[in-house]
Structures are given as C-alpha cells and as structure tokens.
C-alpha cells in the first residue's frame, strides 16, 4: 500500500521560508517520477512542481519557478519541497504525489497534506 506522509506546513509571513518534507513506503521510491500539488482554499487542485525517478529532472509551474525547489533523497525515502519568497496565494494544503512529473493527469497517489499558510 502506497503511504505518502507530508509535514513541515506552517504559519509564514510574506517573504518567508518553509521546508516541506515527505516520507513515502509501500513501493519502489526510486523507481518513480515524484511531485507536489497543492489546493488552495476554495479551488481545485492545482501541480507545484515534479522531479524524475533519480532527481536529475525537474520541472515547475510558472509561479513557482525561481522560489520553490523540488529535491528527493531516494535513500531516505524521502520527498522534499524548498518554498522561499513566499506570497499569500501560495496559501494552501501541500500535498507529496507520486507520478505527476509534469502534471495532474499522470498523478497516481497522494498524502493527506499539510497545511501552509502564508500571512501577516
């Protein structure tokens, strides 16, 4: 059973930093695309940003570029998002996916999420 666990999620001013993390078992972690997409209040879900099975590739949607950065430790298991610069429409609930490398129509599985709101 794919288990995607998020944390991290917090309370940010505008401007700030957050790291998010995810902690994934129940399949093959390096042998798949991983992601993050977020929902934030009141709309659909939207993709934040995907990275290949060994963290050579990555890809992020245009608000994103240039403030977030998408990392994996496959040793670990682990899933990570570095969000700076943050803005308060990036107010939302984070979620770890797996698949999902370049957009919603190939995601496969996501975590419960965690919560990151950014606000003064």
């Known amino acids: 059973e794919v288990q995607l666990v998020e944390s991290g999620g917090g309370v940010v001013q505008p401007g700030g930093s957050l790291r998010l993390s995810c902690a994934a078992s129940?399949?093959?972690?390096?042998?798949?695309?991983m992601s993050w997409v977020r929902q934030p209040p009141g709309k659909g879900l939207e993709w934040v940003s995907g990275i290949n099975w060994n963290g050579g590739l990555t890809n992020y949607a245009e608000s994103m570029k240039g403030r977030f950065t998408i990392s994996r430790d496959n040793a670990k298991n682990r899933l990570y998002l570095q969000m700076n610069s943050l803005k308060s429409e990036d107010t939302a609930v984070y979620y770890c996916?797996?698949?999902?490398?370049?957009?919603?129509?190939?995601?496969?599985?996501r975590g419960q999420g965690t919560l990151v709101t950014v606000s003064s």
């Open positions: 996916a797996k698949g999902a490398f370049k957009g919603l129509n190939t995601l496969d599985a």
């Open positions: 129940g399949f093959s972690f390096d042998d798949y695309p």
